[in-house]
């Protein structure tokens, strides 16, 4: 905390108060620095004589309410005024609590001959000390000026208190406003700078236990997202308190400023020549600032965000994260690295040779590293996920969350909650202690909104508005909040059809047309032979099977089936192959589902099932569900060896031909169910082997169970 020390003589105070010191009187080659504090002083209008009069004063029940408003502040400083008070001089001198508006509190003295003058010059409860009243004085000018202050002597503006000596220092609140003034004030004979050293000492100490209360009051999860923040971003960030003292700061930063472990060298408004007051009004108000390293140059965007708001015009501290700004030659590097960064691992998820999937990924790592919004419109089952986590990861974001919201698996008024979090008791259900929601959740990352078209209008509007400004607001609450995230949407769905049938809205689709981004599907690609091997090994080790290759006849039928489920249905298919060639080196058609690849005829009641267990199970029955057939041998229509298939095996055998019949919908569906049947069947009933089997989780496979209305055998 800085100190000021303000002196001067009788005959300077003299001079000042005839005008000869006036800018048209005789020139002061160096003014001292009394002389600003004296025009203010007489611009307000303060008596330079101080007569003997009481001044203004404030009792009774006025009083006390200003105690009650300062009782923290004086819990924390009460037994220190004892120390402050007592001196060896045996004109001893007295400490005093003032408030905001210079009124004096409390007051303790040390006795001796200074007791009676202090009540002369009315160092005594209710009296009011401000620089409009007393003119400099150390409480005034302290309160004025926010800082540590010693006025000595002359240099009061009233010559009443020219035998004083006063030492202030201000008392702020955790939010770095002046909440009062500790003073000590005795014989201008005894002046010590030791004393302003004390009293700015106590003053900075009572502040630092106001500031670790406040603390304790916020929510350990909130404490816990600031260490987590600290802890994942790669760029250089700060926790800044006020009046501009860093509190804590990441590696990052720490090598920045030069900062082996301690926080206390580093300063925003010494080095980033940004003040405490500039970091809070701007995160309160949501906006970016600019800043240049003062020994380095370098440049930076600086956002901060308020921690801790009081009542919406105050922060407990601000947390400031500094991004560089490249210069024209970086940027150009930063560009010509994107064909690199197409090949690194970040990609390797979404395999495939196919010319049109290449095409979409080369395009999507040129926008990765941007700020553009990414639109993927694919259909279900494509990898749409797969290509936002790879988005994000080589993104400038992404040492920060991925988090991921499926808009179409919620009800408008639960996605409202997910999405935006709530204030505690919001509504019936609400978590005690309130929800941050995912925006929250996805600052300084990447949110990926899936099924997008699926978004109620309501809602829609709400996201209009956080794209724009990055605001928005908790159900139940007022207060509002900023969120900063890259955003990828995605949907299956032709979203200009839903903004011309009025079902989305025209400027959020145009606010989210950045990058649009299609993934083929996988009837469409090239590559299918190349990818359904690559994904078998894949699925091998995963669920702990032999290495396997698919046959020509295997890829063949895989080639000619339509694929409704894309990629998920192929990974369907291939771990049921896994399972029923049972260890082979080699799977065979005769390991694929019967109806893949060929037309279905319509099922007779009774009919049995293609997939035929190798052993029956005795008492596992299916039961019936609107939408699931049972699963009946499929044959393919005349001609369909004449037809070519994308990605299609040359030289593969043709399929018998037999009556054509429509396509029955939901190929997945019982390719799934028949997938389930036959670990079931392979494990004895076991039902944890049989998820083994299919890779997926025990409760998955519940899961699916219930949803495909079947009953679990009895264990063999």
């Not at 560089?324 to 998820?349: G, I, M």
Request: aromatic share 4%; with cysteine; glycine share 10%.
């Amino acid at each position: 905390m800085g100190t000021l020390t303000l002196s001067a003589s009788a005959h300077l105070w003299e001079q000042f108060l005839v005008g000869a010191l006036d800018e048209d009187g005789v020139a002061v080659p160096e003014p001292p620095p009394i002389l600003s504090r004296w025009q203010r002083s007489r611009a307000l209008g303060a008596p330079s004589t101080g007569l003997p009069d009481e001044g203004p004063s404030v009792g009774g029940l006025a009083l006390v309410e200003r105690r009650a408003r300062l009782e923290p502040v004086w819990h924390e400083v009460r037994d220190m005024l004892d120390v402050l008070a007592a001196a060896p001089l045996p004109s001893g001198r007295v400490a005093l609590l003032a408030d905001r508006e210079g009124v004096i509190l409390a007051t303790r003295s040390s006795g001796g001959d200074f007791a009676g003058h202090a009540d002369y010059v009315r160092l005594v409860a209710g009296a009011c000390w401000d620089e409009v009243s007393r003119g400099t004085n150390a409480i005034g000018t302290a309160l004025a000026e926010s800082s540590a202050v010693a006025v000595v002597g002359p240099a009061h503006y009233a010559q009443r208190h020219h035998g004083l000596v006063c030492y202030a220092a201000p008392v702020r609140d955790p939010f770095g406003e002046v909440l009062g003034v500790l003073d000590v004030t005795g014989p201008a004979g005894g002046a010590d700078p030791l004393v302003l050293v004390a009293v700015a000492s106590i003053a900075h100490s009572a502040e630092a236990r106001l500031r670790e209360v406040a603390w304790a009051r916020v929510a350990a999860a909130a404490r816990g997202g600031l260490e987590a923040r600290l802890a994942r971003e790669d760029g250089p960030v700060l926790l800044v308190e006020s009046p501009g003292r860093v509190r804590r700061l990441n590696g990052a930063a720490r090598a920045l400023f030069g900062v082996e472990s301690s926080a206390e060298e580093v300063s925003p408004g010494r080095v980033l020549g940004l003040s405490w007051r500039t970091l809070k009004d701007a995160a309160l108000r949501g906006q970016v600032l600019e800043a240049s390293h003062r020994d380095t140059g370098a440049s930076w965007r600086v956002h901060p965000e308020a921690v801790g708001e009081g009542d919406g015009e105050s922060a407990l501290a601000v947390l400031v994260r500094l991004e560089p700004r490249l210069t024209r030659a970086q940027a150009r590097t930063a560009r010509a690295s994107v064909d690199a960064r197409f090949e690194k691992e970040v990609w390797s998820e979404l395999k495939g040779s196919d010319s049109a999937h290449r095409a979409t990924l080369r395009e999507a790592a040129r926008f990765a590293p941007t700020s553009v919004p990414v639109l993927l419109l694919s259909e279900t089952g494509t990898g749409k996920e797969l290509l936002a986590r790879a988005v994000h990861a080589a993104s400038a974001v992404a040492s920060g969350p991925f988090v991921a919201v499926n808009c179409g698996a919620l009800s408008a008024a639960l996605l409202e909650s997910e999405l935006f979090g709530h204030a505690p008791g919001a509504f019936t259900g609400a978590r005690t202690g309130g929800a941050e929601g995912k925006l929250a959740a996805a600052d300084g990352g990447t949110l990926f909104l899936d099924e997008l078209a699926e978004m109620p209008a309501a809602l829609q509007v709400m996201l209009l508005r956080v794209l724009e400004d990055g605001g928005y607001s908790r159900v139940g609450e007022s207060r509002v909040r900023h969120s900063r995230f890259r955003l990828v949407g995605a949907t299956c769905r032709d979203l200009e059809a839903a903004v011309r049938s009025g079902a989305f809205r025209q400027d959020l689709y145009y606010r989210l047309q950045g990058a649009l981004l299609r993934l083929p599907p996988l009837r469409e690609r090239e590559d299918l032979p190349e990818l359904a091997q690559v994904l078998l090994r894949q699925l091998a080790s995963e669920g702990g099977h032999p290495p396997s290759t698919l046959s020509d006849g295997a890829l063949a039928r895989l080639c000619a089936h339509r694929w409704p489920g894309n990629v998920r249905e192929l990974k369907t298919v291939l771990r049921l192959a896994l399972v029923r060639a049972d260890g082979s080196p080699v799977i065979d058609v005769s390991a694929l589902p019967p109806e893949l690849g060929r037309a279905p005829v319509p099922v007779e009641p009774g009919a049995a099932s293609g997939f035929a267990p190798a052993s029956p199970m005795h008492g596992f029955a299916s039961r019936s569900e609107p939408g699931f057939t049972p699963v009946s041998p499929m044959q393919v229509e005349p001609g369909f060896a004449s037809r070519s298939a994308p990605g299609r095996v040359p030289g593969a055998e043709p399929f018998p031909s037999s009556s054509a019949e429509p396509e029955r919908p939901g190929g997945l569906r019982e390719v799934e169910a028949n997938a389930i049947l036959e670990a079931l069947s392979r494990s004895g009933g076991n039902v944890a082997r049989a998820a083994r089997l299919l890779g997926i989780a025990r409760s998955t496979l519940y899961r699916m169970v219930e949803r495909f209305g079947l009953a679990l055998p009895p264990r063999s």
